[in-house]
C-alpha cells in the first residue's frame, strides 16, 4: 500500500516487537522517528541493525538526532540541516 501523502510517525519503542510497525511504515515510504532510550544497549543495537537494513533497502538516509533518537527517511525526503551539527550514526552505536 503506498501512501499518497508525507506523514511523519514518532515512535517511542520499548519493546523489540514493536519495530515491525516501524519497518512497516518505512517500507510505505514515509519517514519516521524513532527514540530508543526504554531500551537497553543490546536491544538497541538489534533495533538499529533491523531498521537500517529497511532503509537502505530502501535506499533511505539515517539520520542522528541525539543519544538514542534517530530519523529514518526514505530517498523521496530531502533533509536539509547544517552539516556541521548533524550526524549521521551516533558514536556508541554502529549502524551496520
Not at 501523502?5 to 511504515?25: C, K
Request: net charge negative.
Amino acid at each position: 500500500m503506498r501512501a499518497t501523502q508525507s506523514e511523519l510517525s514518532v515512535f517511542y519503542l520499548s519493546h523489540l516487537e514493536e519495530v515491525t510497525e516501524v519497518i512497516d511504515i518505512l517500507r510505505e515510504r514515509q519517514t519516521v522517528i524513532v527514540n530508543l532510550e526504554q531500551l537497553n544497549l543490546a536491544k538497541t543495537q538489534r533495533v538499529i541493525d533491523w531498521i537500517s537494513g529497511c532503509t537502505q533497502a530502501i535506499d533511505g538516509q539515517i539520520i542522528w538526532l541525539g543519544e538514542r533518537s534517530f530519523m529514518f527517511a526514505p530517498c523521496t525526503v530531502k533533509v536539509i540541516a547544517d552539516e556541521s551539527k548533524r550526524s549521521y550514526i551516533s558514536p556508541r552505536v554502529k549502524v551496520s
